[in-house]
């Protein structure tokens, strides 16, 4: 066997092994988008000494979605202010528990976001947060569309808000996190509830996939992202190219917005942040945040809560 031949077969298996390595990865990253594993829900409310009640409703396609209902202390001023909280990819309703392996390798931090919601209840505010499709203890409808039918999700908690006598209807307000505030952003053209908002780092879906896959795979990531698309999409997601919250943020109408973006979040992008504020109709901000990660971002509401207090007091008025 001649040294050229030799060469072509290291080379051939060489490129056999990193066919396969690209192909499992990208098939691990398109399963954990189309089907994120679940986080068990890790406390309650209860646990913080805090009244709540466990409840569920069916979204429009007919899933059950999980959540919770906190009422407002009973001497509250508010008078029926109502905020609901929505989570992020892939976490439930009490934030982000951090405890998946792969957390490891890319950096994800613990995101309590039962805090926040004791803060906002202290606060005079009723509290509703729920689990979104296929996370937590709601139902599987795979795949995950990174705001756009969880939007319906959030569509559906406001309705479960309108059967009850202890919400003012027209001082419901939202704070969504991640995928949660794409999905607030996707809602707001479907419904004239909403009042008043706070969207902690929403992202373009392929802006995202391109800063995530640079963070974790380096120049790996140019090979494993196409192929992980392609098996997302194969599998009914829509191309992350056309998920963009910047189009519906732009048919917000009236709706105040208050928009708060990490400055050094590698994953998602400070300038796709700062443009989906530019317009939106009614922008509050952007709130840029000194940040060298992207969780410090959301920890940032976590541990400023005061911020989104007054926010939704100026703009849920009695």
């Known amino acids: 066997m001649t040294i050229f031949r030799r060469v072509m077969r290291w080379l051939f298996i060489l490129a056999g092994i990193l066919a396969g390595v690209v192909t499992a990865v990208a098939a691990f990253v398109a399963r954990k988008m189309i089907a994120p594993p679940r986080q068990r829900l890790w406390a309650t409310p209860g646990d ?65 976001l039962l805090r926040l919601m004791l803060a906002l209840h202290k606060d005079g505010f009723n509290v509703l947060t729920f689990d979104l499709r296929n996370h937590g203890e709601s139902a599987a409808m795979p795949p995950v569309t990174f705001g756009v039918n969880e939007s319906q999700d959030l569509l559906v908690a406001l309705g479960y808000l309108n059967g009850r006598s202890d919400i003012a209807q027209n001082r419901i307000g939202v704070i969504g996190f991640s995928m949660g505030a794409n999905t607030l952003l996707y809602a707001l053209p479907k419904t004239d509830r909403i009042k008043a908002a706070v969207a902690v780092q929403p992202t373009t879906a392929d802006v995202f996939a391109k800063g995530y896959g640079r963070y974790v795979l380096s120049h790996l990531s140019l090979l494993v992202q196409p192929l992980a698309e392609f098996f997302y999409t194969s599998m009914g997601g829509p191309p992350l190219a056309s998920i963009r919250p910047a189009e519906m943020a732009a048919m917000a109408g009236d709706v105040p917005i208050l928009y708060v973006q990490g400055e050094g979040d590698p994953w998602g992008s400070a300038e796709d942040v700062k443009h989906m504020a530019a317009v939106t109709p009614q922008p509050s901000g952007p709130l840029m945040v000194e940040t060298n990660d992207r969780f410090a971002g959301y920890q940032y509401v976590v541990d400023n809560p005061k911020i989104v207090s007054a926010f939704f007091e100026q703009h849920l008025p009695e």
């Open 48 to 112: 913080l000494n805090l009244d709540f009640e466990e409840i569920s409703f069916p979204a429009q396609d007919g899933i059950r979605l999980a959540g919770w209902f906190i009422p407002a202390p009973a001497d509250s001023f508010r008078k029926g202010a109502t905020l609901i909280i929505v989570h992020g990819w892939p976490w439930n309703r009490l934030g982000e528990s951090a405890e998946d392996p792969m957390a490891k390798l890319d950096g994800t931090q613990p995101v309590d």
